[in-house]
């Protein structure tokens, strides 16, 4: 299962480089299709569908992948839900726009929420690496994204979000700033969060937002941020 998995998106990469015409009339439906696999336990599978589904986001209408970037959002502030289907605890999560895909995985085969986290920020620094023109199109659904993972604990994903924002057209401080009601919006979401270590970067979401508006010291203990 796994192999015929990794063999699939390797085809899939393959078919967006190579047949890129034949395959755009298809790639919204296959878009929502490789979304499902995004969660696999595999970390293999889940990296590979990863690069598929930016390959095939280059030829997806930028309303399509901003579906996908808000699915990944939710994923990214619930992943402790089994794809958005169903939460612990009896309470009901966000909808997500996978509903039934072919890629999609069992319940019972979800990976946990660092896993999860991992794989959202991979597919954006993918679509951002991929898709650009995209990525820029959709950058009020996107910037809002990379600046919450723009401060996760650790520096690796902290420098990958970071790196997703450099890479697009504006640069980092000019996309916050273009996308910055979008931004607060989404901080704001993540401060009502359960789970203490995203309220965490939410609190620090907003300082940065603050301190690239000028209401903080521009020398200030997140200069770091801007380097």
Not at 86 to 113: H, K, Q, Y
Request: some cysteine; overall charge positive; aromatic content about 4%.
């Amino acid at each position: 299962m796994l192999a015929a998995q990794a063999g699939t998106a390797r085809a899939v990469v393959f078919l967006a480089n190579q047949s890129a015409p034949l395959l755009a009339p298809h790639a919204p439906q296959l878009l929502q299709a490789l979304s499902g696999a995004l969660r696999d336990t595999s970390a293999t599978v889940a990296r590979l569908m990863s690069g598929a589904t930016a390959q095939v986001a280059r030829l997806c209408p930028p309303a399509t992948v901003e579906k996908l970037v808000a699915h990944l959002t939710n994923l990214y502030l619930n992943p402790d839900t089994d794809g958005g289907r169903g939460s612990r605890g009896g309470e009901s999560a966000p909808r997500p726009w996978l509903t039934n895909a072919a890629f999609s995985v069992s319940p019972g085969r979800t990976r946990d929420a660092d896993a999860t986290r991992a794989t959202v920020r991979a597919t954006c620094l993918d679509i951002v690496r991929h898709a650009p023109a995209v990525a820029n199109a959709i950058g009020g659904t996107l910037v809002p994204l990379a600046v919450l993972g723009a401060h996760e604990a650790t520096d690796e994903a902290a420098a990958q979000w970071r790196q997703a924002l450099d890479e697009l057209a504006h640069g980092r401080e000019r996309s916050v700033r273009t996308h910055l009601a979008a931004t607060l919006a989404l901080l704001q979401t993540a401060l009502a969060s359960p789970s203490w270590a995203l309220r965490k970067q939410a609190a620090l979401g907003l300082a940065t937002v603050a301190n690239l508006a000028g209401a903080c010291a521009r020398d200030g203990p997140l200069a770091a941020w801007r380097r």
